[in-house]
């Protein structure tokens, strides 16, 4: 167990590396420089861009400032080189705000997936099965954005509350329970909306594995010994078609900073995901670089934490 | 046929698959008795409707697509086709018990051996947890697997083919069933494990006088556990009768087949027999009868009218009017 842990960690240190090195030369490799961002603005002298390019090392060679890049980021001196801030106080800062988004809307897909995938599968091919399969089909189809903008205006027009951005403008000076409602009501639209799409993908893999996992044999024996329906689908076939999706539970980590720029665009909402979209506009290679980094060591987390709950559930793996 | 004093009584059972454009008939018509403390075996090649005889026995048939077209099974009199989910919950497990071909699979691999009998035991019966446990190793006890305290912590993939089996007939026995159903047990097992698991079945059927409905494609393991045989082919039953009646004078040419494939020592060294063709597909079965396009003794009547059973006595029945006193057997249309 001990052994396992140190060789998966030193695994995932090494597979940090490389990633690092391979997210470092794409982001050099891909077309325009910092120094170019804005040609026509009559700011950018010869002499600015050559000093800003001397500032924050674009003259030395790459592995030069790959290096220089990871000892500012190791010792957290790392600064954003559009407005000279701390990167890793913008990061947190936006973290925050991103993370009710992604907590409400996690535990929206998955309380709402799994009993409807389970349902579909063990009633297949009744009323109820199909219905879900249409919706399911029709949630993958329609384009996020376009969703966003019906229920929107849906929103808008019925219940007469604004939605866009995290509260309400100027709602500071309210009682306490009129901004925790706006609050309320800003974080639901978008979570419902982050969530449509993940709801829609994984009902019908929960589906699938439970169908799969229905027709196994064992199931026929749990049958076959006299147990109810109840406890042939709930017990027997449900344990097994979950073990999966433990895989997947780790994975959802990353999720945190890519998952949401469409609808954070679309609702104003000032999160990780616009942030790391803005930043790449912007040829703001610190940030882009950090994000890119801290999403890498959560996959890695993620990937460490589903294997340590596969040794939990799955009793056939053993180390 | 049907004997008031049998404990299972399967007539005239229909069990049709329905797919898109075609309509498999798997079981197409069989009776058969097992009477008390009797072993029969079911015995035929493979894809001609056994398992799914016995599936029906226990209402495990998939509907859909399958479908019960038709007959009756009796189990002590009453009719297990009438009976509802939850009647037929307490017949499952409780008085019919079936074991099944593929031990590696059967076991569900998430929870313990001991989970798994204790809980064959707890839904029909109440017990505390240490009586659970109790009678657990006692069931493994008796179906010879040593240190059953430690194996009852175990999962199923740490047990081999052969103790995974014998698990399976421990929760089969778990709630002291009249009729065990076994089918294939020892297919998917090695030679020496095949005798092991045949000699417990034998002893256990025994000690506990249950019923057993012993399902087979090897005539070699009936000779050695039958009491009575039915010979399936194609959905329905070709002959049927004592053990020595029908292995010494099969009355039917697909019995007869059966028997000279098999290996015996007078054979040594020659070629095997081996019955031309195969199975018909259960969809597209030929008309008359089923096995004429392998028969040896074809005549002109068996492609168009459907054989009559033809009875030898003493239990002994034979579907094949072509054999039965020089060819004066009855047909159906
Ligand atoms: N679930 C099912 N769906 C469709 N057809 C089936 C199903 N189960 C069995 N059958 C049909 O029934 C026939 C007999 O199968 P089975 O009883 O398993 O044969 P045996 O046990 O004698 O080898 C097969 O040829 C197959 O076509
Ligand atoms: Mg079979």
């Known amino acids: 167990m001990i052994s396992f842990i140190g060789r998966s960690i030193v695994q995932k240190i090494i597979t940090l590396f490389f990633v690092s090195i391979v997210s470092f030369l794409i982001i050099h490799l891909a077309p325009g420089e910092p120094s170019q961002v804005d040609p026509m603005n009559p700011k950018f002298t010869r002499e600015m861009v050559e000093r800003f390019r001397t500032e924050f090392h674009l003259d030395k060679p790459l592995y030069r400032q790959y290096l220089y890049f990871f000892r500012d980021l190791f010792s957290g001196k790392t600064i954003s080189w559009k407005d000279n801030q701390p990167v890793f106080k913008k990061i947190w800062e936006r973290f925050l705000n991103s993370l009710p988004l992604f907590i409400v809307g996690t535990i929206l897909t998955w309380t709402i997936s799994f009993p409807v995938g389970i349902r579909s599968a063990i009633f297949r091919g009744g009323i109820y099965d199909r219905s879900s399969t249409f919706f399911a089909y029709l949630l993958i189809s329609i384009p996020g954005f376009f969703f966003a903008y019906i229920l929107i205006i849906f929103v808008v027009n019925q219940f007469h509350v604004p939605v866009i951005g995290m509260e309400t403008f100027g709602i500071g000076d309210t009682a306490w329970m009129n901004r925790a409602m706006d609050r309320i009501w800003h974080l639901l639209l978008p979570s419902l909306l982050g969530a449509t799409g993940g709801i829609a993908v994984l009902s019908r893999y929960v589906r699938s594995q439970m169908l799969e996992v229905e027709g196994q044999d064992y199931v026929r024996t749990a049958k076959a010994k006299g147990l109810t329906p109840d406890q042939v689908h709930y017990k027997h076939a449900l344990r097994n078609a979950l073990l999966p999706f433990v895989t997947m539970f780790g994975l959802i980590l990353p999720g945190l900073i890519g998952g949401s720029v469409i609808i954070e665009s679309i609702f104003a909402w000032p999160g990780m995901g616009r942030m790391a979209y803005e930043a790449i506009l912007a040829r703001d290679y610190p940030i882009i670089l950090t994000l890119n980094f801290v999403s890498a060591v959560l996959v890695l987390i993620g990937t460490f934490i589903s294997d340590l709950l596969y040794l939990v559930v799955d009793p056939r793996i053993r180390l | ?333």
């Not at chain 2, 204790?118 to 109790?134: F, K, L, M």
């Not at chain 2, 060294?269 to 030929?286: C, F, H």
């Open chain 2, 1 to 333: 046929m049907a004997d008031n004093k049998a404990l299972l009584s399967v007539e005239e059972l229909k069990v049709y698959f329905r797919s898109e454009d075609e309509v498999a008939r798997a079981v197409d018509g069989v009776s058969f008795d097992v009477g008390r403390e009797e072993t029969v075996c079911l015995v035929g090649e493979s894809g001609c409707g056994k398992t799914v005889t016995a599936l029906s026995v226990m209402g495990l048939v998939p509907i859909p697509p399958g479908e019960i077209a038709g007959g009756k099974i009796l189990f002590r009199a009453k009719n297990l086709l009438d009976f509802n989910d939850s009647d037929m919950q307490k017949v499952r497990g409780n008085q019919i018990a079936m074991i099944f071909q593929e031990p590696l699979t059967s076991l569900n691999p998430v929870f313990t051996i001991g989970d798994q009998i204790g809980e064959a035991i707890q839904i029909h019966q109440t017990a505390t947890q240490s009586e659970v446990v109790e009678r657990s190793q006692q069931l493994l006890k008796d179906v010879g697997i040593a240190d059953p305290a430690q194996r009852l912590r175990d999962y199923p993939h740490q047990l081999s083919g052969g103790q995974r089996q014998r698990v399976m007939i421990a929760m089969a026995l778990a709630c002291d069933p009249d009729l065990v159903i076994a089918d294939e047990p020892t297919t998917a097992l090695d030679v020496t494990v095949q005798a092991q698991i045949l000699r417990l079945l034998d002893t256990i059927q025994k000690m506990r006088s249950m019923s057993v409905l012993y399902i087979t494609h090897d005539l070699g393991v009936v000779s050695k556990i039958a009491d009575r045989i039915c010979v399936m082919y194609a959905g329905i039953i070709a002959e049927q009768g004592n053990k020595d009646a029908v292995l010494k004078t099969p009355k039917h040419p697909y019995t007869q087949a059966l028997l000279a494939s098999l290996p015996n020592r007078e054979k040594r060294g020659q070629r095997l027999y081996s019955i031309p063709g195969t199975v018909p597909n259960p969809a597209y079965k030929p008309d008359g009868c089923p096995f004429h396009p392998r028969c040896q003794h074809t005549i002109q009547n068996c492609s168009e009218q459907y054989p009559g059973m033809c009875d030898y006595g003493d239990g002994h029945h034979a579907r094949c009017p072509v054999l039965f006193e020089g060819g004066k057997g009855n047909w159906c249309d």
